[in-house]
């Protein structure tokens, strides 16, 4: 089992900035991913952002130039930093962690959610 901590959500306005953190603890030493998704009401969720453990780094066509995504693997921890925020980026952002195991059998993990909310 893997468990996921999310922190660093709020309310912020349109041009504002935010910084999401999540640390996982478990079993994590076959996590291979980890990054974050949102869901805004009535959509489905989507991916944000993730990393690989090979440092592979993949974004959303809307976030791109906007967001940065790190991670400290020493913390088992992963950071999404927000700049520029609009009103679409409003959401509840899900921390997510990929574990495959050595079957090839694949777990995937997910935090609690944290809230963002730009207002214009």
């Known amino acids: 089992q893997v468990q996921l901590v999310e922190s660093g959500g709020g309310l912020v306005q349109a041009g504002g900035s935010l910084r999401l953190s999540c640390t996982a603890s478990?079993?994590?030493?076959?996590?291979?991913?980890m990054g974050w998704y949102r869901q805004a009401p009535g959509n489905q969720r989507e991916l944000v952002a993730t990393?690989?453990?090979?440092?592979?780094?993949d974004y959303a066509d809307s976030v791109k130039g906007r967001f940065t995504l790190s991670g400290d693997n020493a913390k088992n921890s992963v950071y999404l930093q927000m700049n520029s925020l609009k009103p679409e980026d409003t959401a509840v952002y899900y921390c997510?962690?990929?574990?495959?195991?050595?079957?090839?059998?694949?777990?995937?993990?997910w935090g609690q959610g944290t809230q963002v909310t730009v207002s214009s």
């Open positions: 997510h962690a990929r574990r495959l195991d050595r079957d090839a059998t694949v777990y995937d993990y």
């Open positions: 990393i690989t453990s090979a440092g592979t780094i």
């Open positions: 478990g079993s994590i030493f076959l996590i291979n991913t």
